[in-house]
Structure formats: C-alpha cells, structure tokens
C-alpha cells in the first residue's frame, strides 16, 4: 500500500514528527516594522517556527479581536492543514498583521512519521490591538491564536489522533494465560506522567483489573479471536465515501488513512482512531465518514460480539 503525493504538491518537505525543534523560515528583519521590544518578544517566541492555529481555522484571512478569539466563524479543519510560519510581521497602533505560507503534514511512508509541507496558499491574519494595550497583553492575545511544536501532546490533539501520537497500542503474547495490550515505543504518557497501560517487554505480566476495564472502554480487543473460535467478519452494509478535503484537493494529494475501530454488536462503528495517517485534512474526513458505515456484526461461535479491527479508506483524486 502508498502513500502517494501528486507532483503537482509544492513539495518541500522536513521532517515534523516528534515535534522536535523545527527551523523552516526566519523572519526577515527587513519585514518588521514594530517596536523594539516587542518585535523581540514576537520574534523569540514564534520566530524560525512552525505554529499550530488553535481551533484549527481554514480560511487565507482570520482575524482575532485584541484578546485573542476568532471574530468570524471559520471552518474547523484538521491540525495537519492548520499550520503556518511567519514570513512578515506589521505592528500598528490598533493592528498586528502576520503573513506566512500554510503548512501541511502529511504521512512519510518510509520515515513513518508525519513530514511538514509548504503549501501555496498565504495566510494574513490580523489581531486588534486596543489603545494603549501593553505588550504583554498581545503576546497574552497570540497565546491564545496560536501553538509550537513543544506545547503539543497527545492530549491536546482530537482524540482520534491519540493513539497514532503515542505510538499507538500493540499485541503482546503472554507466555501463560490470556494476552495483553501495551503501548509500544516509550508508551502514551498522561499530563502526569503516567503510562496509562503497560505490561512487561518479554510480557510475562499480565494487565490488572483497572488496566483491563480501560481498555474495554476503548473498545481494544484481538481481531481474530482466539484461533479456536469460529469466527464470521463483519462486512459493509451502508458505507458512505468521505468527501475530499479541499486543500488536499488543490494540492493533488493522494493518500491512505488507515483506521482502528471497535464493529460493536449491532454493528455500528465507535472507538475510531487514526493509526496510520494520510495528512493534509484526509484523515478527519475517513474518521467522518466511517463513523456514519454500518456493517453486519462479528460472530464469534454464532454470537455477536464487538471486536477491535482495521479499515482502510483510500482517496483517490479522479
């Protein structure tokens, strides 16, 4: 299976993934006309990175009012469409404008990570600035627009993107009794540090209880089952085509997004994540999309039973 990308993509690519110190672009002096002080401030913060908008906006003009909130109602996108670097800053007495190009991310095959992409489209953005506002309350202002790659954790993407962020959940045979799930790599930590599920490397230990019934709630469990049982896979009933994400579309992207989901008993799809990505706003539209399928239970020895799998949703441009 590829992950393909139309030549047609303005292709420049770094790698992304990790979120590790990214430099893309500089702010060129010569394009800042603002006070010393806070040009520093501005350019120290948000300078030679890649931001992430907030809410994940798709629009070329957004502008935000002096305490940092949307004054129009934009399109929520998806966080891999909603990234810029900034190129050109203008402070005014009652206006700060920024300019950059959009930046895309989109799924490296090879790398297996998530590599960004500079896309054709401009985005202007402009913040009021009241009379008098002090410089602390437009960065406060700019806080609130925008991201870096270092305040990004699994927890502050949509839920969907959770498991593929933390290297998603693997199957571990266990030596005796039944088999455990863990996450793989350094495993999913929570805000507190915590790795949420873990079993030992040679998996010699089993989950506990608590473990166990988070996982339920997730919906994780092996597809196949025990190799014993007499299983029936699930098979599509109604199973609506995602749409195309327009920036996807312009750009001539074409791509895979690789789901897990839980097919419950009446066979209606939940627990949706994204364990591999396709990139650029894709992704979010097969999660749409296959949320809405319905498709015949899985039998397990002739009985309904919710079980965990993996659907593929292929965009082709046509």
Known sequence: MTIGCSTRLWKKCVNWFA??????????????????????QIDSNYGKKILILRGYP???????????????RYREGSWTVSELTIEKIKIGEHLVEIQGPRIGLIFDRTARKLTATRLKAQ?????????NQPDS??????AKVFMTEDQITPDTLPIVWRNFMSNGY????????????????????????EILVQCEDRAQNKLTSGQKELLMLLGVRPFPANSKDVVVRP???????????????????????????SIQEDGSVSNISIKRPCGLGLDERAVDAVSRWRLSPALVNDRPETVRTDIEVNFILQ
């Not at 749409?243 to 897990?260: C, M, N, Q, R």
């Open 58 to 72: 798709i629009g070329e003009s957004l502008h935000y009012n002096s305490q940092g909130a949307p004054k129009s």
């Open 235 to 261: 098979h599509q009933l109604y199973a609506p085509t995602p749409d195309y994400e327009p920036i996807a579309k312009e750009a001539g992207f074409e791509g895979t997004s690789v789901l897990e989901v």
């Open 170 to 193: 693997e199957f571990v045979p266990q030596q005796n009794g039944s088999d455990c799930y863990r996450l793989s790599g350094i495993g999913f930590k929570n805000s507190a540090g």
């Open 19 to 40: 979120l590790s110190g990214l430099v893309l672009f500089s702010v060129s002096s010569s394009c800042l006309q603002a006070p010393a002080d806070l040009n520093s």
């Open 123 to 131: 985005i202007h953005l402009t913040l009021d600035r009241d009379s």
């Open 137 to 142: 309350s437009v960065m406060d202002a700019l």
